[in-house]
């Protein structure tokens, strides 16, 4: 196979996440708002399942195929990319004023980027555990993980109906409506246009199955595309790879900042990022190995890198500075230019 073909293949497979990604997150907001989810649990884990489909495809894929090297790449390197698409909304959603996390600024995103941190913490430290250590098809490291999401999720569900700090933890001078508001007027759209449950359902799995589709042609070309110009599995699996299954978070972002919910941008970012974890069991579930201590030095790297991005990014929420360079945030600008560092590390670290 000529490598136009896998190109072409990667191409049409980015196109559809992208735009399936779309439709399969509002979907997701409309049914969430329609059976009364809203930010309750339930909510939060459809929310976080329905963004990441790409990424869940891309897992199973590989997995099946022995190739834990993607997954392992795309899992870790989809947090590190994913968290500078918080650059692109604060440098494109935001025209004039205050930068991204002054506006969206809490104490519950602030919970949300530590749940990022401790699931990567965690995968740090499964990596240091036996190969062998698995039982019925599982590894702690990854059960130690979903239990971790599960936790950890459970208590953002509990502090957004209500934090015991004054304003409930949200910054004064933020956005003007609460956290979430953008789903509502999804919510009063699709029903001015007289859809009715069944229908968002049905465009939900429709969308659902061609995200899949996307992602699993993404792996499968990706794999073919890497091996065609000499690319490591992890290094393509951690950027290209990372940044194509990252095109619906972009697009959704930039949707929920232009309406004004800022909260709900970064939430859905990090949402997401503490998510992405949670797949290194499902790849020990169908592999049958423990995944983690197979990671090499450069996913750690990746891992650590990841910490790093959403650390800069509490601090932002916490600090709320004001001034902004070259159109985004001091917090933004940091991100971009320790992603740039990382990126050139993560280099040197795989040809050591």
């Known amino acids: 196979m000529s490598l136009l073909v896998p190109i072409l293949i990667f191409a049409a497979g980015a196109a559809a996440v992208w735009l399936a990604g779309v439709r399969l997150s509002d979907a997701t907001d409309v049914l969430a708002s329609r059976f009364g989810l809203g930010q309750a649990l339930g909510g939060l884990i459809l929310l976080a399942i329905a963004t990441n489909l790409p990424e869940i ?5 590989a997995a099946l195929a022995g190739e834990l090297g ?48 401790a699931v990567l913490v965690i995968a740090v430290m499964g990596t240091q555990l036996p190969s062998d250590l698995v039982a019925w098809r599982v590894a702690p490291g990854g059960v130690l993980i979903a239990i971790a999401w599960i936790v950890g999720t459970a208590l953002i569900g509990r502090a957004r109906s209500g934090l015991p700090w004054h304003e409930e933890g ?13 789903k509502d007027k999804k919510k009063e759209a699709s029903e001015k246009r007289g859809e009715s449950t069944r229908r968002i359902v049905l465009i939900f799995a429709a969308a659902a199955l061609v995200t899949l589709a996307g992602g699993i042609a993404l792996e499968e070309s990706g794999t073919r595309i890497a091996d065609h110009i000499g690319m490591s599995g992890v290094l393509f699996g951690s950027t290209v790879l990372a940044a194509s299954t990252a095109l619906p978070e972009v697009s959704t972002g930039l949707a929920s900042a232009k309406l004004g919910d800022y909260s709900l941008a ?22 049958g190995e423990a995944v983690l201590p197979q990671a090499h030095p450069t996913d750690i790297y990746l891992a650590a890198l990841g910490a790093l991005l959403t650390i800069v990014y509490m601090y932002g929420l916490v600090f709320r500075p004001a001034r902004q360079v070259v159109g985004i945030g001091i917090d933004s600008l940091v991100v971009l230019a320790l992603y740039a560092v990382g990126i050139g590390g993560l280099v040197a670290v795989a040809q050591g």
Do not use: M, W
């Not at 495809?57 to 894929?61: D, L, M």
């Not at 989809?78 to 809490?106: C, E, K, M, N, W």
């Open 266 to 287: 970064i939430s859905d970012i990090f949402g997401g990022n503490a998510f992405l974890p949670v797949l290194f069991l499902v790849a020990s579930l169908l592999s």
């Open 70 to 117: 993607i997954a392992i790449g795309n899992i870790l390197g989809g947090i590190a990319i994913q968290t500078v698409v918080l650059v692109a909304l604060d440098a494109f959603a935001i025209h004039g004023g205050r930068p991204l996390t002054y506006r969206a600024a809490s104490l519950q995103l602030v919970l949300e980027g530590g749940l990022v941190v």
């Open 57 to 61: 495809a891309i897992t199973a894929s």
């Open 170 to 182: 949200r910054a004064p001078e933020g956005q003007e409506k609460a956290q979430g508001h953008s």
